[in-house]
């Protein structure tokens, strides 16, 4: 991954994030599918967009991308939590 594409992250996330706190969600995701798109494996954009998921109360995906952040890293203790809670509550 090149220099300019940690940037465009890095941008991308706090888009993401700052559309995330300001409740409009399906912009939040617009720009934190992006990342997706250059890097599957980035964990703040997979962990985020569960995040968002599971404010929508769209749980089967918050899973699905809690699920993708603890296969890349099993010690990711917010997403583990996120999945006990999701699977308690279902």
């Known amino acids: 991954m090149k220099d300019n594409d940690n940037n ?46 599971e404010s929508i109360n769209n749980l089967d995906k918050a899973l699905e991308y809690f699920k993708r952040v603890v296969k890349i890293d099993s010690n990711h203790e917010e997403a583990i939590l996120h999945i006990h809670s999701i699977t308690e509550n279902q």
């Open 8 to 53: 465009t992250i890095k941008e991308l996330i706090e888009e993401g994030k700052f559309y995330f706190l300001n409740q409009k969600y399906n912009e939040a995701l617009d720009y934190l599918l992006k990342v997706i798109k250059i890097d599957p494996n980035n964990i703040e954009a997979l962990y985020t967009i569960g995040i968002i998921y």
